[in-house]
């Protein structure tokens, strides 16, 4: 079946630390990738997107993420975290090139530590 | 500009009672959305819309009504709520439809159904 799995449904890190959230699609084709964040009380907000091209996509934020075609995966990165980076985030895969086609991860819920 | 305001944040319900939830946007975008959150799972479409006067189903249609009179607006109506509907409700809405468009959320309706 199609789906997007986040593997982890929580991660710690301190402030400081490097951070990778981790997103694997099961799709027949290259699918569109997306990364959201959604701070607590708040609606999601798009981080970065990819379609083609170059596949190390910088997004807002100083987060960055990398498609990799033969994991399936499409993990979102950030070299040094920030407190204000606590927050929700979401893995999205657009089946076609609609905003009413997307499949949405579970979300994994980021604690940054003083 | 307000950007995609939903009204209201929290609504408690009984069974078969009815309500709107209220969506609206400022940024003349063709393309709003509803999806609702539940835990450990991503957000699923309900039902869109891609202009005034048009409106489709997503992935979760049943139980929800929607209409869209103005570009402004696209309330979502529960006829009658039912305890699964108990959810996190996101309005969304981008230029047009297409994937190249960001999508912005509201900040949501928390529904309780008893």
């Known amino acids: 079946a199609q789906s997007v799995t986040q593997p982890d449904i929580h991660i710690t890190v301190s402030e400081g630390a490097s951070l990778e959230l981790r997103c694997n699609y099961s799709y027949g084709a290259t699918p569109y990738l997306f990364w959201y964040v959604q701070s607590p009380g708040q609606g999601l907000q798009l981080l970065l997107k990819?379609?083609?091209?170059?596949?190390l996509v910088q997004g807002i934020k100083g987060f960055e993420a990398e498609f990799k075609r033969s994991q399936s995966s499409f993990n979102l990165r950030k070299p040094s975290v920030h407190w204000s980076d606590a927050a929700e985030y979401f893995c999205?895969?657009?089946?076609?090139?609609?905003?009413?086609?997307?499949?949405f991860g579970a979300g994994t819920r980021l604690t940054v530590k003083p | 500009n307000a950007g995609v305001t939903q009204t209201p944040k929290f609504q408690v319900l009984k069974t078969g009672q009815s309500m709107t939830l209220q969506c609206a946007q400022d940024?003349?975008?063709?393309?709003m959305s509803w999806y609702r959150q539940d835990p450990g799972m991503g957000l699923r479409l309900i039902h869109y819309?891609?202009?005034?006067?048009?409106?489709d189903q997503g992935e979760v249609p049943n139980g929800y009504n929607v209409s869209r009179s103005t570009t402004e607006d696209f309330p979502l109506r529960l006829l009658s709520a039912a305890p699964s509907q108990t959810s996190v409700y996101f309005c969304?809405?981008?230029?047009?439809?297409?994937?190249?468009?960001?999508?912005?959320f509201g900040p949501g309706t928390r529904l309780t159904v008893l």
């Open positions: 999205a895969v657009g089946l076609n090139y609609n905003n009413n086609d997307m499949r």
């Open positions: 819309s891609v202009g005034a006067g048009i409106t």
């Open positions: 940024m003349n975008h063709e393309y």
């Open positions: 990819y379609f083609s091209g170059d596949t």
């Open positions: 969304a809405s981008s230029l047009t439809s297409g994937g190249g468009d960001t999508q912005y």
